[in-house]
Nanobody, 123 residues
Framework: QVQLAESGGGLVQAGGSLRLSCTAS????????MGWFRQAPGKEREFVAS????????RYADSVKGRFTISRLNAGISVYLQMNSLKPEDTAVYYC????????????????WGQGTQVTVST
């Protein structure tokens, strides 16, 4: 069974940086878009960023444009999220996700989800 393993979350001060990583297990076919969603307490899960199956197209939520950067490495089985200039509003559990075959972006109906990694930004 395919699993997505996330890491890199933690506690940082506002203005700091974190880098999240997500790597798929064996059996994962890389021809899927991969990306990140986040969910803060009391809020709906929201889209953060995604990269297409071929790695050539990226999408970002307006709230993170210019601060976060998504990248796909390790021959397509890993996805990273570099988060700079973090704000308290970025505090949430961040989930890695993988979409359907040959997808250009990830939606809330992603085929696979990671367990999540906590990001907390203090004032």
């Amino acid at each position: 069974q395919v699993q997505l393993a996330e890491s890199g979350g933690g506690l940082v001060q506002a203005g700091g940086s974190l880098r999240l990583s997500c790597t798929a297990s064996e059996g994962f076919f890389k021809t899927r878009a991969m990306g990140w969603f986040r969910q803060a307490p009391g809020k709906e899960r929201e889209f953060v960023a995604s990269v297409s199956w071929h790695g050539g197209s990226e999408r970002y939520a307006d709230s993170v444009k210019g601060r976060f950067t998504i990248s796909r490495l390790n021959a397509g089985i890993s996805v990273y999220l570099q988060m700079n200039s973090l704000k308290p509003e970025d505090t949430a559990v961040y989930y890695c996700a993988a979409g359907s075959y040959y997808s250009d972006y990830v939606t809330s109906t992603a085929d696979y989800w990671g367990q999540g990694t906590q990001v907390t930004v203090s004032t």
